[in-house]
């Protein structure tokens, strides 16, 4: 295991290989996202401090030593800030830094399946063998399965997660990936439930390289963050790299031989190779990016009116509330649509409210505590950006989440994975 540092060459070379992919990246036209125009103001003092405070104990919980939020409420202001350090007594962690976008990645992939589907050069109906070949047999799932993670098929991450954790620089094919995906029995038959599953979205940018000719890279840059003007946002080459050349530094508390997790001394995964996420995980982006981002998934700005992406959302887990539903490669929580996530490095969570515009983007630099972190605590931001009262001349919102941002700190701290230092 290596400890808090790795070499600087190594970071500096991946960093630069990545500058150099997304500086390539040109759109083809520019998006706007239907929202409610954003005051050009700082949060409250008395709400930024809430939001801080929250972050500050996510923290604490997952042992992270840094932290990325923004918050974004257009009827009252923004809040966008770096927090901690990179690493125990490092440089301080600054809002410009690059990290990796984690699941956020899925719903990208689906954005770009969904504008083919939109100009017709195929139809989210097609059975996954038009698309990927090598899957004999399940001509029964279809793409909008992929992208709705209701497709039976088991993840690959459970089997090679050791394999990643002491070799985050191999480089994987995806299909290498896909033929864990598919070995085995089905979790259940095609439509039938969500699953969380990364296979899933390999399949689905198998899909999307056959369908346009493009790498996944080239796709996503030219349907996703090249309209949208996400300069900071891609898919990176699979050679070991940094998330970009200024990244936060990302780190991964595991168990030792006595079932407690490093919590003073987390290995470093700063540089990593994006090929075991890929489509599923892959993505680097920024924080400001990644608001953007969120605003304009939620309110479907890459995809035509009316589109059906969102329209047949499925119990996440027999157990979720009913406000918590998935489909079409995003999540909604209430009236929120996003993603949540966690990878070697690093916990994420972006939402938004199409309605509102509010949106909510937070990373955090130790992936120990897994990905439900990054859903709790944007959910918890977003309770409290929710309540920020509304700037002068502008109307606060009247629907509330159903829930409160007391529950999500609940949820953070009983199931934190490194307690609070002593006194």
């Known amino acids: 295991m290596r400890g808090w540092r790795r070499p600087a060459a190594i970071a500096i070379v991946g960093a630069s290989a990545l500058a150099a992919l997304l500086s390539g990246c040109t759109a083809q036209g520019s998006v ?16 930024v401090s809430e939001l801080q405070d929250a972050v500050n104990a996510a923290m604490t919980a997952t042992g992270s030593t840094g932290a990325i939020v923004g918050v974004w409420a257009p009827w009252s202001g923004t809040w966008v800030a770096g927090l901690g350090t990179q690493g125990p007594g490092g440089a301080a962690v600054t809002s410009d830094m690059e990290f990796r976008a984690t699941d956020v990645t899925r719903a990208m992939t689906c954005d770009v399946l969904y504008s083919l589907a939109a100009d017709g050069t195929l139809n989210m109906s097609d059975p996954v063998t038009t698309w990927v070949s090598g899957v004999p047999g399940y001509e029964d799932i279809t793409l909008r399965q992929l992208c709705d993670s209701t497709s039976g098929l088991n993840a690959y ?59 996944l890279t080239q796709a996503i840059a030219e349907r996703v963050t090249g309209p949208l003007g996400l300069s900071a946002t891609g898919l990176p080459a699979p050679a070991p790299a940094a998330a970009g050349t200024n990244a936060l530094e990302g780190y991964w508390s595991q168990r030792n031989a006595e079932g407690a997790f490093t919590c003073t001394d987390p290995a470093d995964y700063t540089v990593l190779s994006s090929s075991f996420g890929g489509a ?73 409210d199409p309605k509102t515009g509010m949106s909510v983007a937070v990373v955090l630099n130790n992936s120990g505590g897994g990905k439900n972190f990054g859903a709790w605590l944007a959910w918890e931001l977003a309770a409290i950006a929710s309540k920020a009262p509304a700037a002068q001349g502008q109307t606060s919102p009247e629907a509330g989440l159903p829930w409160t941002a007391q529950q999500m700190r609940d949820n953070i701290a009983g199931n934190a994975i490194c307690a609070p230092p002593a006194g």
């Open 280 to 352: 599923n995980s892959g993505a680097v982006t920024d924080i400001t990016d990644l608001g953007r981002y969120a605003q304009a998934l939620a309110a479907g700005s890459l995809l035509p009116a009316g589109d059906d992406r969102f329209a047949t959302p499925y119990a996440v887990t027999p157990d979720s509330p009913t406000w918590f539903t998935a489909a079409g490669g995003a999540y909604q929580a209430g009236s929120l649509i996003g993603q949540y996530g966690a990878t070697p490095g690093y916990i994420v969570g972006a939402f938004a």
């Open 157 to 215: 991450t459970p089997v090679l997660q050791g394999l990643l954790a002491n070799n985050p620089d191999r480089v994987w094919n995806p299909r290498e990936l896909m033929a864990y995906g598919i070995a085995g029995p089905r979790l259940n038959e095609p439509g039938a439930t969500f699953a969380d599953v990364d296979t899933n979205y390999v399949l689905a940018g198998l899909a999307v390289e056959r369908a346009t000719g493009q790498s």
């Open 32 to 47: 706007s996202i239907d929202v409610p125009a954003q005051v050009e103001a700082a949060l409250p003092d008395a709400t």
